[in-house]
């Protein structure tokens, strides 16, 4: 039996594949989303800019789930980059999508810079009672399809990572 260690590395890795699939922007991350129920079994995934435009990863996941789905009280939804809390796009940011789908727990490997917003996710999420887990051996693999946006600019990463 893997330790709930090594599932959530596996998993999270399942969401930074995803993320490799989103088409190229230059004003929005590249993010990937798996929604896992107790049991280890995929529920939905999803990435940023699937669907439409301005689309997020863990939106985009969570429109697949019927929001009645009893196996989302369970769940866990991994994710490449902190959930957003700050939203220009919509009005509801993804750290609010996730409280409101009942999820109890988030695993993600890179917080996010300070780029386009001042998000605080992590802080949203964990303030209501979510248990938020990061994986930060694997914030480099996350930041990887974003390089473009990261060149030339002063690390912003709370973790002090340089993306620079």
Known sequence: ??????????????????????????????????????????????????????????????????PADPRLAGATIYSSLEPCSVRRSRSAPCATLIRAAGIPRVVYAWREPALFVNGRGVEELGTAGVEVVQLPELAGEARAMNAHLLAGTPSHDPEGFSVS
């Open 1 to 66: 039996m893997l330790s709930q260690a090594a599932v959530d590395r596996h998993w999270l890795r399942v969401a930074i594949a995803e993320a490799w699939r989103c088409p190229p922007s230059q004003t929005a991350y590249s993010v990937g989303a798996v929604i896992v129920d107790a049991a280890g079994r995929e529920i939905a995934r999803g990435y940023s800019r699937e669907s439409d435009e301005v689309v997020h990863a863990e939106e985009a996941a969570l429109a697949k789930v019927d």
